[in-house]
């Protein structure tokens, strides 16, 4: 008799005492029926109360573990903020002065005609000749207002660094954009002197406020060629 008989023989054998097996009298059944019975209850058991009960459990303690996580940050981030209270109240502070200088420099409606010739003088200074000084229409922005000047001047190059370099350092705010430098193609007499047209635009600021000031386009001037 081969491995495969034997084996075969001891299953059916189980099999049998399964099948003969009394339910009504556990205490009667085969020493090894007993020890797989109470080894697949166990399993059993284990494994209901794994979906019924700890299962749930497990999902709820990482719950709280995340949520723990999210306490402890809050706490060291506003732990933070405490300790640093009293820097945060003089960087305000340090801020708050500051801005008020930068709104010192926004000009008022009725200083902008002085930040024109300003400008002018600036121009001049730099050995520029103006074409023409425009002011555009005012654009209202979130917290100031945007006044737009366009502006057209002939030069050379080195004229157009120091106009740049003079405006930057006037005490009232005037960024430029959009600059354009190009010969002057239909004047044969600037083309020769290596004169250029510089077409560029400059804008400052008011602080926005409810006094009315106006945002009408006004042409505040024209220079001519001497």
């Known amino acids: 008799m081969n491995a495969s008989e034997l084996k075969n023989m001891d299953l059916r054998e189980l099999v049998d005492q399964v099948n003969s097996l009394d339910f ?4 009667g059944w085969p020493t090894p029926v007993k020890i797989v ?9 284990v494994g209901l109360g794994y979906f019924f009960v700890i299962k749930d ?17 809050s706490f060291e981030k506003k732990a933070f903020e405490a300790h640093n209270l009293d820097q945060y109240r003089k960087q305000m502070a340090e801020m708050e002065q500051t801005f008020g200088a930068l709104l010192k420099q ?7 005609p ?13 050995s ?16 100031y207002i945007e006044l737009p000047i366009q502006i057209r001047a002939i030069g050379d190059y080195h004229s157009f660094g120091s106009f740049v370099s003079g405006v930057a350092a006037l005490p009232r705010i005037v960024t430029l954009h959009d600059y354009t430098v190009s010969r002057p193609a239909k004047n044969e007499s600037l083309a020769s002197l290596g004169l250029l047209f510089l077409d560029i635009t ?6 926005s406020s409810d006094d009315g000031g106006g945002g009408k386009s006004r042409k505040a ?6």
């Open 37 to 45: 019975s109470a080894v697949l209850v166990l399993a059993l058991v």
């Open 114 to 126: 002085g930040l024109l010739e300003d400008i002018t003088h600036t121009g001049l200074g730099s």
């Open 221 to 226: 001037g024209k220079g001519k060629r001497k």
């Open 24 to 27: 009504e009298n556990v205490g």
């Open 202 to 207: 400059a804008k400052t600021y008011r602080y």
């Open 128 to 143: 520029l000749e103006f074409e023409e000084i425009v002011l555009k229409k005012e654009v209202k922005k979130e917290f």
């Open 57 to 73: 459990m497990h999902s709820q303690l990482e719950q709280q573990r995340a949520e723990e996580q999210t306490l402890l940050t």
């Open 106 to 112: 926004l000009p008022k409606d009725t200083e902008v």
